[in-house]
C-alpha cells in the first residue's frame, strides 16, 4: 500500500513517536511518498538556530530514506490544491499535501493532523487516534 506521509508524521520520526510507520516503510515492497515542501517544513526551525549539523542530518536522513519517494509540485498539484483549499478550507501546505496525494493515486494519508479528515478524497490516518 502507497500512502502519503505528511510533515507532522517526519516530525514525530525524529522524537520516535511515529517509529512503527517507518519501520512499515522499511521492509521490502513498501513505500510512501511526500511533498518536497516537508522538507521545506523540516529545515526551518534547524535554519532559524542557526544549526548547520542538525541541517545536515535532517537533509541526510530524510532524502535518503528507504522507500520514501519526494514529490515536487507542478502545475497540476497546485491547481488541485487551489481546489481542495476552496473546498475544505485547508491552509495551502495542507492543500498542497493533500493534492500530492491525490495527484499521485495515493488514497491514504498518514498525519497527525485532523484537518485532513474533511478531505472526502483521501482515507485518512490521524496518528494519534491509529497508535
Known sequence: MLR???TAILIL???DTAH???VWLERDG???ITSTLSM???LVPAHRDGDA???QD???LFSTYPGLVWVPPDLLIADTAAQLRAEYRLKTPDAIQAATAIQSKVRTLLTNDPSFLRVKELE???LDEVL
Do not use: K
Open 30 to 32: 513498501n513505500s510512501a
Open 40 to 42: 521545506t517544513e523540516l
Open 13 to 15: 520520526t525524529l522524537i
Open 20 to 22: 512503527a510507520h517507518f
Open 58 to 60: 535532517y537533509r541526510g
Open 4 to 6: 502519503l506521509i505528511n
Open 124 to 126: 485518512v490516518l490521524v
Open 53 to 55: 549539523r542538525r541541517l
